[in-house]
């Protein structure tokens, strides 16, 4: 994704980066939160699965995100823009769906197949902190990929 992007645009792209270091490289819940504002929320649109504020996000990061990430989860940037205080990434996220990953595929058991599922992900940020990520996909993309069998309890 290279392009020339202005101080500004660049400064928020670092504050982006930096969070999703956090989150998926170091894998730190109480690093990830400290990346955002604390009026921050995360939705995962198609399931609304987040939260809202510091408690609830170390919440969901800490027992229901970050652990319940594959261990080889990967993001491959697509597309990038940015502006207006935002920055707008294409990427598809991709893993072995062998752990139950409930804030994103509710209700599915482990298939141990290699899955990648596009997503956009709209961040809004403020004052060199994350505001806000909606992160949208498809569930018609998501059952698609992955076999529908029910997680056991």
């Given at each position: 994704m290279d392009s020339t992007y202005t101080p500004e645009e660049q400064g928020l792209i670092d504050v982006w980066e930096r969070h999703l270091r956090?989150?998926?490289?170091?894998r730190d819940p109480v690093a990830t939160v400290a990346t955002m504002s604390d009026?921050?929320?995360v939705n995962h649109v198609p399931v609304m699965t987040g939260g809202r504020g510091r408690?609830?996000?170390l919440a969901f990061y800490g027992s229901h995100f970050i652990?319940?990430?594959?261990?080889?989860?990967?993001l491959t940037p697509v597309?990038?823009?940015?502006?207006?205080?935002r920055v707008i990434d294409e990427m598809i996220f991709a893993f072995t769906h062998d752990i139950v990953m409930a804030w994103m595929l509710p209700g599915i058991a482990?298939?141990?197949?290699w899955i990648e599922i596009p997503l956009v992900v709209v961040v809004?940020?403020?004052a060199g902190e994350v505001v806000c990520e909606r992160i949208c996909s498809t569930r018609r993309t998501c059952r698609w990929l992955v076999p529908i069998r029910p997680a056991r309890s």
């Open positions: 956090c989150e998926f490289a170091d009026d921050n929320y408690d609830e996000m652990p319940k990430m594959p261990a080889d989860t990967r597309c990038r823009t940015v502006g207006q205080a482990p298939t141990g197949r809004q940020l403020r």
